[in-house]
């Protein structure tokens, strides 16, 4: 039995609280006046979570803890993600800039120019910023930003992930896997057809997703530098945005056909049953 919170991309009560325990999903509580809730993240029993504006403004961190919900500006436009470590690290996609916070104190905003910056993580106290305009930035100890890795055009680099010190990129327009080591690229691969989403671990084990194809690949990482796709199955569902795992269990969110797909897995992917939530665009298991 674990909790877990699922955001959806509605203008109103955008995020709700439920319980899932073997296998099926029990609403506890939806929270009011929270729109286009688009990633969500936990540390320290706090639940951050970004929030859009529908109006081409600003849009909001919120920060909940036993359910009190505190606001504070995103500092940019379209929030689409967050990293909760030493700072709250977000990315505002359509603004281009990263917005870092310090004790949820504001520190500093990086505006980048030319960029579409869509994904940010801590490693060595510095930050790995993935740049959607094909670009792999870090902002170091001091606060200056600099470029590790330039792709090639039309890339579109969209999320990372570290495992045992190794980097793993997907890119959306090629639907392509890059493995990083100390900072350089190591390898590249062509997972396939698809626009490339999400990415997460488990155990020896990567997942991603893609749009328009609907699927989600599974690759043994057993070989961290060498990943082998051993499973390509359907997300049961129309755009699988985002994913998460609890024990063995996989949620994944599909956006357009309205569920959360419900799998198991042990070595191989199964699909289980699908629960109707109104656009699901993000979710977390509380750790």
Not at 1 to 21: C, D, H, P, Q, V
Request: proline share 2%; aromatic share 14%; charged share 20%.
């Amino acid at each position: 039995m674990r909790k877990i919170f699922i955001g959806t991309y509605t203008k109103n009560k955008a995020l709700s609280e439920f319980i899932f325990n073997k296998g099926n999903l029990t609403h506890i509580k939806t929270y009011k006046n929270l729109q286009y809730c688009s990633y969500l993240q936990f540390k320290n029993n706090t639940l951050y979570a970004l929030n859009e504006n529908d109006k081409w403004d600003n849009g909001y961190l919120i920060i909940l803890n036993n359910y009190s919900i505190k606001k504070q500006n995103s500092y940019g436009i379209n929030p689409c993600h967050i990293n909760v470590g030493k700072y709250i690290t977000i990315c505002n996609y359509s603004s281009n800039s990263v917005c870092i916070y310090d004790n949820n104190q504001q520190k500093c905003t990086f505006y980048i120019k030319n960029s579409l910056p869509h994904c940010a993580i801590e490693y060595n106290k510095e930050i790995i910023v993935v740049d959607k305009n094909d670009r792999l930035l870090l902002i170091n100890s001091n606060m200056q930003l600099n470029c590790l890795h330039k792709f090639k055009s039309g890339t579109e680099p969209r999320h990372i992930i570290i495992h045992d010190n190794i980097f793993y990129i997907i890119s959306e327009k090629t639907n392509e896997l890059f493995i990083f080591k100390d900072y350089k690229l190591i390898d590249s691969i062509k997972i396939a057809d698809g626009i490339g989403c999400a990415i997460k671990i488990y155990n020896n084990y990567l997942f991603t997703t893609a749009r328009e194809t609907n699927k989600i690949h599974i690759f043994n990482i057993k070989n961290k530098m060498k990943p082998i796709l051993i499973q390509t199955i359907s997300s049961h569902g129309k755009n699988p945005r985002d994913m998460d795992f609890f024990d063995n269990y996989l949620l994944v969110c599909n956006v357009d056909s309205n569920n959360i797909s419900i799998f198991t897995f042990e070595k191989m992917l199964k699909y289980n049953s699908s629960f109707y939530i109104k656009k699901p665009f993000c979710i977390y298991f509380k750790k």
